[in-house]
C-alpha cells in the first residue's frame, strides 16, 4: 500500500502524482499511516479535539476551526487537489457544502498539539474509517481529518429527502481511510441501527450517519397531529444497518431562541406545523 510522502493520501499503484498535493514522484511512505493519530475530546457543551501530531502525521481542517496549537506546528492554507482544474472543482464543491473554499493543514516537526472546536455549542464526535467506507454529514458539520481521508459532496437522490428532510440536497460524503471529526449542536445521541431497523428524527436533527444507512422522509401519522402538533409535517426516516448520530439542538432552532422579536416560551402555536413546508432546520 503506497501513501504520498507529502500529505499521505492513500496512492494507487504507479501513481506519478499525488491526486490531493500534486507531489512529484517519489519513494512513498508508510510512516505516517503506520502511527495511529493520538486525541482527546475535551469539555461538555463547548467540546475541543486536542490532536497530539507526531513528525510525518498531517491534518487538515475547516478555515476558523483551529482554537490553539503549540510553536512547532506548521499550517499552510490551500486549495485541495493535483491540478489547477482539481483545485477550482474542489473550491466550487466546497462552495457548494457551505463550507470556506479553502482547506488549512497541520503538521508538526516533533510532538505537537492543535486544538478544533465548532463555531457554536455542541459536540464532538469521531468516525474511525476503514479504507473506501464513508460517512454523510450534513452541511458545514466538518470539522478536521487525517490528510488520508477524501472529503467531497453528496447529492439527496431523492427529492422528498432533499426538500423536506431538513438537511437539505447537499450532504458531506466523507471517505476513509482515517479519523474525522464531526461537530453538531446541543447534544448527541448515537444510535446502531441493525439491518432493516428504523429510526424517525426530526428535521435538521441528523448530525452524519454511515453511507450504509437508507435515507428518505415520512409524512407525520395525521392531520391533526401534523398541523397541531409543533413538529412540522415531515419525519426524517433512517433505516440501517449502520451508525447514526443526532443532534438534540439545530442551529436553526438556536437562532430562533435568540431572535429579538420572539416571544419567549416553549409553546408551539397552532399552525406551526405547516412550517415545514415553507422552510426546514439547518
Known amino acids: 500500500m503506497a501513501f504520498c510522502t507529502n500529505c499521505g493520501?492513500?496512492?494507487?499503484?504507479?501513481?506519478?502524482?499525488?491526486?490531493?498535493?500534486g507531489q512529484g514522484p517519489g519513494a512513498p511512505s508508510t510512516s505516517a499511516a503506520a502511527a495511529p493519530l493520538e486525541y482527546s475530546i475535551q469539555g461538555d457543551n463547548l467540546q475541543v479535539a486536542r490532536i497530539m501530531l507526531k513528525p510525518g502525521q498531517q491534518i487538515y481542517a475547516e478555515a476558523g476551526k483551529m482554537v490553539y496549537k503549540t510553536a512547532n506546528v506548521h499550517?499552510?492554507?490551500r486549495l485541495s487537489g493535483g491540478s489547477i482544474g482539481d483545485k477550482i472543482l474542489g473550491a466550487l464543491r466546497r462552495t457548494v457544502m457551505g463550507e470556506s473554499i479553502f482547506l488549512t493543514y497541520f503538521h508538526s516537526d516533533g510532538p505537537g498539539e492543535v486544538g478544533?472546536?465548532?463555531n457554536y455549542p455542541g459536540k464532538l464526535t469521531v468516525f474511525d474509517l476503514e479504507p473506501g467506507r464513508s460517512v454523510l454529514a450534513q452541511r458545514d458539520a466538518f470539522?478536521?481529518?487525517?490528510?488520508?481521508?477524501q472529503l467531497n459532496v453528496a447529492l439527496v437522490k431523492k427529492l422528498g429527502a432533499g426538500f423536506f428532510g431538513g438537511e437539505g440536497f447537499i450532504l458531506e460524503r466523507l471517505t476513509g481511510p482515517g479519523k474525522v471529526?464531526?461537530?453538531?449542536?446541543?447534544?448527541?445521541?448515537e444510535f446502531s441501527l441493525n439491518i432493516g431497523e428504523m429510526l424517525q428524527v426530526a428535521t435538521g436533527c441528523i448530525v452524519a450517519f454511515d453511507d450504509s444507512v437508507g435515507y428518505d422522509?415520512?409524512?407525520?401519522?395525521?392531520?391533526?397531529?401534523?398541523?397541531?402538533?409543533?413538529?412540522?409535517?415531515?419525519?426524517?426516516?433512517?433505516?440501517g444497518p449502520g451508525r447514526v448520530i443526532v443532534?438534540?439542538?439545530t442551529l436553526e432552532k438556536l437562532r430562533r431562541e435568540l431572535a429579538p422579536a420572539r416571544s419567549g416560551g416553549d409553546e408551539h402555536?397552532?399552525?406551526?406545523?405547516l412550517s415545514g413546508i415553507l422552510g426546514s432546520d439547518d
Not at 143 to 149: M, N, P, Q
Not at 181 to 189: E, P, Q, S
Not at 269 to 273: F, K, M, N, R, V
Open 9 to 21: 493520501l492513500q496512492l494507487v499503484d504507479n501513481a506519478r502524482f499525488c491526486p490531493a498535493c
Open 143 to 149: 470539522v478536521l481529518a487525517e490528510s488520508t481521508v
Open 116 to 118: 478544533f472546536a465548532g
Open 75 to 77: 499550517w499552510e492554507t
Open 181 to 189: 471529526f464531526i461537530h453538531g449542536g446541543g447534544d448527541f445521541v
Open 217 to 239: 422522509i415520512q409524512l407525520v401519522g395525521g392531520i391533526k397531529t401534523a398541523i397541531f402538533g409543533g413538529e412540522g409535517l415531515f419525519l426524517a426516516t433512517l433505516t
Open 269 to 273: 402555536h397552532p399552525l406551526s406545523g
Open 247 to 249: 443532534q438534540s439542538m
